[in-house]
Every structure is written in structure tokens, then in C-alpha cells.
Antibody, heavy 121, light 107 residues
Framework: QVQLQESGPGLVKPSQTLSLTCTVS??????????WSWIRQSPGKGLEWIGY???????YYNASLKSRLTISLDTSKNQFSLKLSSVTAADAAVYYC?????????????WGQGTLVAVSS | DIQMTQSPSSLSASVGDRVTITCRAS??????LNWYQQKPGKAPQLLIY???SLQTGVPSRFSGSGSGTDFTLTISDLQPEDFATYYC?????????FGQGTKLEIK
């Protein structure tokens, strides 16, 4: 079955760029049946949807993050990535990647195991 | 944004009990409501989508209902593995939002 795995630095300095990658196995990221999404979870804000990318490269972002956010796709590696610039302590969270079905009813399944990102100098 | 509000925030129950968790949307979301279960240190897992459709592999003791702005997740005959945090999520709006979670604890 499809599995997703996040990777990237666990510590980012304030004002720098957070970069994470999600590797998809057991299925193709080029499928038109799914959005490839990022979600984060922090104690203060709970679960927060960040945005998604479709196999065409089209994206949709959380408006509150849009000015700092880029989600991209690498179909050759079956990966998608997140870059969040100018991070602050408020961006510290567990970051999850997830697949979201586009056919029928939207739903996040499966999720990656999550990766903890701290923001500190 | 569509705000999702869950109640209660936490709940104590015993094995074998029947519990109900409520989720309220700030605007009508028809039936575009999902439920997730999260255990400590793990990612959320999809339980129910489209208000009442059970995800494959989810036990039938889980059920969902509602429409518009008010929704419920019911767990009948609680099992030890059901003690977790539950989140609702709306997909009516392109801007997906989650409830703040309901932590189900053993009494």
C-alpha cells in the first residue's frame, strides 16, 4: 500500500527557510486521483492544513502561509517538498505529509509518520 | 475560514461504554466532514469520511452522523485501543480546517 515518509532537518534557525521532503512509495505521485498535502501540528494551534500540490504542479496554499510557502513536486523521485521561509518560533511543529483523495470525497489518507521541526538559534 | 468546534475537549469513559463526540461547523458544510483518530506519537488516521462512511478496516463500533453544521462521532462498546484523540475536519471549503480535538481517556 502507499506509504509516505517525511525527511528534513529537525532544527531550523529563526528567519531561515524550513525545507522538508515527502517520499511516496507504493504508488505514483503522478496519479491524478490525489492531492499531495502538508499538514502541521503544534500544541498551540492543533492541526493546521498547509497546502497541497497536484500532479500537474498546481498548488493551493493556506492563505496565512502563502507569502512564505512553496510546495513543489519531483516526479522522477516520487517526492514532493515544502519550503517555508522566514520561520519563527510559531512555525515549530510536527510536520506531516499526506495524500488526499480528489475523487469522491476529499480525505487525508494515508499520512506520513511526521517529522518534528524546532525553531531555535 | 470555516471554524470547527469539538466538544467536549476531553472525556473519560470505561471499556464497554458508548461515547459521543460532537463537532460543530461555523457554516454549513453539508456532509463534507471527516473524523480522524490520533494516538500519542503517531500520525492521525482516517476513521470516517463524508460524515458516515467508514474507512476500510475501521471497526463497525465507530459511526458518524449529522449534516449541515452539527455532526457526531459515536463509539459503541469502547475497546482499550480506542483511547486516543479524535479530530473532525471539514472539506467543504478548499481551505481545510480541523477541530481542536477531543481526548478520550480511560476512567
Amino acid at each position: 500500500q502507499v506509504q509516505l515518509q517525511e525527511s528534513g532537518p529537525g532544527l531550523v534557525k529563526p528567519s531561515q527557510t524550513l525545507s522538508l521532503t515527502c517520499t511516496v512509495s507504493g504508488g505514483s505521485i503522478s496519479s491524478g486521483d490525489y492531492y499531495w498535502s502538508w499538514i502541521r501540528q503544534s500544541p498551540g494551534k492543533g492541526l493546521e492544513w498547509i497546502g497541497y500540490i497536484y500532479f500537474t504542479g498546481s498548488t493551493y496554499y493556506n492563505a496565512s502561509l502563502k507569502s512564505r510557502l512553496t510546495i513543489s513536486l519531483d516526479t522522477s523521485k516520487n517526492q514532493f517538498s515544502l519550503k517555508l521561509s522566514s520561520v519563527t518560533a510559531a512555525d515549530a511543529a510536527v510536520y506531516y505529509c499526506a495524500r488526499e483523495a480528489t475523487t469522491g470525497f476529499l480525505r487525508f489518507d494515508p499520512w506520513g509518520q511526521g517529522t518534528l521541526v524546532a525553531v531555535s538559534s | 475560514d470555516i471554524q470547527m468546534t469539538q466538544s467536549p475537549s476531553s472525556l473519560s469513559a470505561s471499556v464497554g461504554d458508548r461515547v459521543t463526540i460532537t463537532c460543530r461547523a461555523s457554516h454549513s458544510i453539508t456532509i463534507y466532514l471527516n473524523w480522524y483518530q490520533q494516538k500519542p506519537g503517531k500520525a492521525p488516521q482516517l476513521l470516517i469520511y463524508a460524515t458516515s462512511s467508514l474507512q476500510t478496516g475501521v471497526p463497525s463500533r465507530f459511526s458518524g452522523s449529522g449534516s449541515g453544521t452539527d455532526f457526531t462521532l459515536t463509539i459503541s462498546d469502547l475497546q482499550p485501543e480506542d483511547f486516543a484523540t479524535y479530530y473532525c475536519q471539514q472539506t467543504y471549503s478548499m481551505f481545510r480546517t480541523f477541530g481542536q480535538g477531543t481526548k478520550l481517556e480511560i476512567k
